[in-house]
């Protein structure tokens, strides 16, 4: 049974710590998006990557936020330092795009997100 | 830049009934796709249903079926015969069709279905 995995479920964390989220996109997938999630905002696209290259991450605060995928099977979304405003569940999708014209052959599938909690 | 709005924060049906939610979208572009995701609070997203904006043809996948109304960007989702389970979030989505264009959906804020027994 294919799924995205991500870790951890939930983290509670102080004002000011480095928080690192954790994405297993499905084997074979080639793309991995990270949303988040607010009440306020709904879900947004933080970052978005193809072939481990990040394509698209001007939803990403650049001076806390960064996004890389040291591998295909990981993908790490990183806070550094951590603010209330971060709080939020965080999203990894991945999916698959090939061919010449770079057609999304299967929509994006989600995991189950992290609940992050700054206090 | 693509927008999708749902203008009912939250709807609610009795068990065994139909329920329609609206979405409309704003884009300049031709070819794209229009998705409803529902997550339960389990916060899993999980897709419902898709549409493809050159197909004339209403998507449907068992009880729940789309009125996909292109020249007026209207998106709605009909369910029918409601169950318990189907209580949730429901986000309506648009992604742009490919080629040099990206991937990443764009969501509306959601609406929040109730299923009263």
């Known amino acids: 049974d294919a799924r995205v995995t991500q870790t951890p479920r939930h983290k509670v964390t102080e004002m000011g710590q480095e928080v690192t989220m954790r994405c297993q996109p499905i084997l074979g997938h080639n793309t991995v998006f990270w949303y988040r999630q607010t009440m306020m905002q709904g879900l947004e696209l933080l970052a978005y990557f193809r072939n481990r290259a990040p394509l698209d991450d001007s939803g990403m605060p650049k001076d806390r936020f960064s996004a890389e995928m040291p591998d295909a099977t990981l993908a790490t979304l990183k806070i550094q330092p951590s603010e209330p405003r971060d709080s939020a569940v965080y999203f990894c999708a991945s999916g698959l795009v090939r061919g010449v014209r770079g057609s999304m052959n299967t929509e994006a599938f989600f995991g189950q997100g992290t609940r992050l909690t700054v206090v | 830049a693509q927008t999708v709005t749902q203008s009912q924060p939250e709807m609610s049906v009795q068990e065994a009934e139909t329920v329609t939610l609206s979405c409309t979208y704003d884009?300049?572009?031709?070819?794209?796709?229009l998705f409803w995701y529902k997550q339960p609070p389990s916060r899993q997203m999980i897709l419902v249903i898709r549409?493809?904006?050159?197909?004339?043809q209403n998507a449907t996948e068992n009880r729940f079926s789309v009125n996909f109304q292109k020249a007026a960007k209207s998106f709605s989702l009909k369910i029918s015969d409601s169950q318990l389970g189907d209580a949730a979030m429901y986000f309506c989505a648009y992604r742009s069709a490919g080629g040099a264009g990206s991937y990443q959906l764009t969501f509306g804020k959601g609406t929040k279905l109730s299923v009263i027994p």
């Open positions: 884009t300049s572009e031709s070819d794209y796709y």
């Open positions: 549409q493809e904006a050159y197909k004339q």
